[in-house]
């Protein structure tokens, strides 16, 4: 019998095969230590958002990472402020691989570490390197002992280096889509959940009863096949409260009307604020307002911990321009190193004020 020849197959992509994630892991291996200090970064977290541990948790670093170099120092600098802030605050180093876009444009290390912006017209195999280089530069900042925080985009590649991470976020894009509820379910560390860009609050609610549930659910295996996965629900689930496109969200009297949602819901999820994006109207120079309103709010508001954006270099720049400035990012404006380290400061400040008030109460 003569093979019919399709007419109707897919002639709008080529592809390029990539390693699995079991090879992956098999050619990058994470170390038995490393493997127990993020059991113990994973386990702090969830103390600290469960209200169990009185630190404050503080996830910053990079809006993405672009250049491995930089990062490595910037987690240096940030490895010793951690070690020396260890009793106020947890420490948790964004290391953010893929970045989310409005349209077009750069997607982020682990798609192009290149920076040449099209690989879709380039005959390198980009993701490939992308894939290698990313999980080597992981396992590099986990031997400085960091956690590290992502935000989960592309649920495939969570099992690339969902090992190494020890918190995850899913963006206001993104929290609406049971895609990413699933994945959720199904990931072995803390997730946040960010309003909706129109300030939407219920959205994250909703996504937080989603993934803390069981799912069965399409994705891939540790071989890069195909598979039904069943995931038992993720037990550490956390609203990122990161304003809108036309308002903030981080005040007390914002945070009041969020836990009054919760309430409704019969929920009680932590609370994270996003000192950058809509609260900050995108602005660098504000986070440091919003991180001072926050801590000023401390003992009313029970916000748990924050993010911020920062760099070695305050500012962006635009990703074309050549040659590209050191330690400045390429995506949103960051706080530069000192201004971080002053206002971290302050915070830590705060917190240990905090933790002596609660200690004098419980005497008395």
């Not at 290149?114 to 396992?139: C, F, K, T, V």
């Not at 956690?147 to 649920?155: C, G, I, K, R, S």
């Not at 401390?298 to 911020?308: A, D, I, P, R, S």
């Not at 954006?309 to 530069?336: F, M, N, W």
Request: aromatic share 4%.
């Amino acid at each position: 019998m003569s093979q019919i020849k399709s007419t109707v197959t897919n002639t709008s992509v080529t592809q390029h095969l990539l390693v699995s994630p079991a090879q992956l892991k098999q050619i990058l291996p994470l170390g038995r230590i490393q493997q127990q200090q993020i059991a113990k970064h994973r386990q702090d977290i969830k103390n600290i958002l469960n209200g169990s541990d009185h630190r404050f948790l503080v996830i910053v670093g990079p809006c993405s990472i672009h250049d491995p170099i930089a990062v490595l120092e910037y987690a240096q600098k940030l490895q010793q402020f951690a070690l020396a802030h260890k009793d106020t605050l947890k420490i948790v180093m964004r290391a953010y691989l893929e970045k989310p876009r409005s349209t077009v444009g750069w997607k982020g290390f682990v798609y192009d570490p290149l920076l040449e912006q099209q690989p879709e017209i380039s005959d390198q195999n980009l993701m490939a390197q992308g894939l290698l280089q990313s999980r080597e530069l992981l396992l590099q900042l986990s031997e400085l002992n960091l956690a590290l925080a992502t935000e989960v985009l592309n649920p495939m590649l969570s099992h690339y280096f969902s090992d190494i991470y020890s918190w995850g976020a899913i963006g206001a894009r993104t929290s609406e889509s049971q895609i990413h509820r699933e994945i959720s379910s199904a990931l072995p560390y803390s997730i946040g959940f960010k309003n909706g860009t129109d300030g939407n609050v219920n959205i994250a609610l909703d996504a937080i009863a989603s993934a803390s549930q069981p799912h069965q659910f399409l994705g891939l295996s540790d071989q890069g096949m195909p598979a039904m996965l069943h995931s038992s629900g993720n037990d550490s689930l956390q609203i990122i409260l990161r304003g809108s496109q036309t308002t903030t969200n981080y005040d007390a009297k914002s945070v009041a009307a969020v836990k009054q949602s919760c309430q409704k819901k019969a929920m009680n999820p932590a609370i994270i604020v996003d000192c950058s994006h809509g609260n900050s109207h995108k602005n660098p120079d504000l986070q440091p307002q919003v991180l001072a309103t926050i801590a000023d709010e401390l003992e009313h508001t029970q916000v748990k911990g924050v993010m911020l954006e920062s760099h070695l270099v305050h500012g962006k720049q635009s990703i074309s321009q050549r040659p590209l400035a050191y330690g400045c990012s390429i995506t949103d404006g960051c706080l530069g190193w000192e201004k971080t380290q002053v206002v971290l400061q302050q915070l830590s400040q705060k917190i240990a004020q905090t933790q002596q008030q609660k200690k004098l109460a419980e005497i008395a």
